[in-house]
């Protein structure tokens, strides 16, 4: 196989993962906006009673307990400055609604870097290492390459890939 058509098979699947992504926040706001209103949610609460599931944030995703890799909506994960490594849970109701809940956060330190942009994805660099931030934290503050931002990473930064924006300084 030709690197054309891998590249694009890579950038479909990551076109998809974005697009699944937006569904799930798109639905976790409508129940965020209807809130209590019986008469709008009362379909939508008796089709949460779906799969349950739990798994381990990896930056970006949940990698459920069954294996698979299942959308963190981005402004779920900004907003609840998710960090690589926290427990998740995973509501699916069957009508397909996604309903994130943070059941494990793991411990924490926080470190201050430089924000940086490199082939439309965002990073901080902290001394020698650098991590991905996620496009909706980096919006939500506002920040541009080369501010001084403040991350959280997971206490025993081993192998981690991922910071969560904790503010833009």
């Known amino acids: 196989m030709s690197d054309i058509p891998e590249k694009q098979i890579k950038r479909l699947k990551s076109l998809i993962i974005e697009a699944e992504t937006n569904l799930a926040a798109a639905k976790e706001l409508l129940m965020s906006l209807v809130g209590d ?15 349950v599931l739990e798994g381990v944030f990896d930056g970006q995703n949940m990698v459920g307990s069954d294996g698979k890799t299942y959308p963190v909506p981005a402004n779920y994960a900004s907003k609840s400055k998710l960090v690589q490594g926290d ?9 397909g609604a996604f309903l994130y809940k943070q059941i494990g956060p793991i411990p924490r330190k926080q470190v201050v870097g430089v924000l940086t942009q490199r082939e439309g994805h965002f990073f901080v660099e902290v001394g020698d290492k650098t991590y991905r931030i996620l496009l909706a934290s980096v ?4 920040a541009k390459p080369g501010d001084q931002v403040s991350v959280n990473v997971p206490e025993d930064d081993v192998d981690t890939e991922w910071a969560a924006l904790e503010a833009a300084l």
């Not at 427990?87 to 009508?95: A, E, N, V, W, Y």
């Open 37 to 51: 209103d019986p008469e709008i949610t009362s379909a939508s609460r008796e089709s949460i009673n779906g799969k």
């Open 87 to 95: 427990i998740l849970k995973l509501t699916i109701g069957d009508d």
């Open 139 to 142: 919006t939500y503050f506002k």
